[in-house]
């Protein structure tokens, strides 16, 4: 008498659930993750597109190393399936992918969470520090400007005619600020 093999079982890479932590809205993050056939008998995928991942914006399939109704081997056949985050809104979203595939018995799908969270783009305000008045040519003149942060960090901004666009800055109010020079 002969044994019988266990249908395909398809899986994901990356555990359970996929966070692709905070993204500025407007920017896209990318995430690849292998499909893995893991059962003892071939898989065929279903429709793999946007659509047939039923994932809805923010998230979207992107591109993938095999297609729809391709044969995942048995025993650790696979493919990459890369989705990617583009938030439109601040605030958290989540989805699922459902990656339709036959087992070699019947139609099933891999369920995959995946989450990710919109942030505002930073946005700064210059005060208007008037004009620099006459100035000798040779001579330096300083201005000081105060630059108002938005959205989680500090700056510190110097212009002078040797060091334009001098900025300092830091993410958290204990830390040393950080300089860049233009």
Known sequence: AGT??????????DGGTYDYGPVTIGLTAAQTFAVINTGDTAATLGTVTTGGLLLDPPFANDTWSCGSGSLLAADGGRCDLRVVFTPTDAGVANDVIALGYNDGVTNQTAPYAITGTGKTPAQLTVSDAGVFGNVTVGAMAQQLFNVTHLLDYWYGVTWNATRRDMA??????EETYRLAVQ
């Open 4 to 13: 019988g093999a266990t249908p395909a079982m398809i899986v994901l890479s």
């Open 168 to 173: 300092r800055w830091k993410q958290k109010p």
